[in-house]
């Protein structure tokens, strides 16, 4: 079964770090573009960060840029998010992507992890 799992949300402060793993089973992640999007209440879903299958191109959003790194592993992709602020509140989400990391398709969403950014 093709599927793509994330973990690794929580509670932190601001100011704080996760890493956020999205785990594929049933594919080869190497082989394909990922996305990380999320998706914060009353607003609506938003690219955070893409890295490519074909040579590891990597792209953030504005809002992250600086602060968020996107890397793979092991057939797993990784956002690691430092300086964490209170906007970055949402579920992120993993998405596979069919072809590079603008104007293509998804063809396939993880469940979801929430990341709460509080004191």
């Known amino acids: 079964q093709v599927q793509l799992v994330e973990s690794g949300g929580g509670l932190v402060q601001p100011g704080g770090s996760l890493r956020l793993p999205c785990a594929a089973s049933g594919f080869t992640l190497d082989f394909y573009t990922i996305g990380w999007f999320r998706q914060a209440p009353g607003k609506e879903r938003e690219g955070v960060s893409c890295?490519?299958?074909?040579?590891?191109i990597t792209i953030y959003s504005d809002s992250v840029k600086g602060r968020f790194t996107i890397s793979r592993a092991a057939n797993t992709v990784y956002l690691q998010m430092d300086s964490l602020k209170a906007e970055d509140t949402a579920v992120y989400y993993c998405a596979r992507l069919r072809g590079e990391c603008k104007g293509s398709r998804i063809d396939r969403w993880g469940q979801g992890t929430q990341v709460t950014v509080d004191t």
């Open positions: 890295i490519t299958s074909s040579n590891g």
